[in-house]
């Protein structure tokens, strides 16, 4: 039994554990935290791929009102984060998460979606290319430590 849905409170842990599975270098608690907020967002919407009632896959999209790259309107919709278990790839799940935010971002008045990745992230740039994304810009952003 399959079904995609709003994410509620009922899934934060296993949502924060396939947020985990994207974003390694974070902590379980802090980012748990970070999604239980979202929740509550007007901004934001997270959704959850169930199967047998268990969350799989996710994807959360956001509002942004600031410029994103390559878009012609404001308010724009953001793919802030999606992510498929790796034995339930290539099953168009993806694609379904897109088009469910997509639906979501146009009753709030987006025209546009955005999304950004590694440079070096062929996997995810060939999902984006796939589910109608086209590449507006490349970025490369530089950090230095102040001694």
Partial sequence: MESIKEASESHL????ELAIALWPDNQFSELR??????????KD????????????????????SDYV???RSS???FVEGIYVKPD???????????TQGESWLKTRGCKQIGSDIEL????????????????????????????
């Fill in 120 to 147: 070096s992230n062929d996997t995810s740039y060939h999902f984006h290319t796939s589910v109608g994304f086209k590449e507006a810009n490349r970025l490369i952003a530089f950090i230095k430590d102040i001694k």
């Fill in 33 to 42: 935290k970070e999604f239980k907020q979202l929740l509550n967002s007007e």
């Fill in 45 to 64: 919407k997270v959704i959850v791929y169930l199967i047998h009632a268990e969350p799989i896959a996710f994807i959360h999209v956001s509002i942004r």
């Fill in 13 to 16: 842990d296993s949502l924060t």
């Fill in 75 to 77: 308010p724009t919709g």
């Fill in 69 to 71: 790259e390559g878009s």
């Fill in 88 to 98: 339930h790839r290539r099953k168009g799940i993806s694609n379904k998460l897109i």
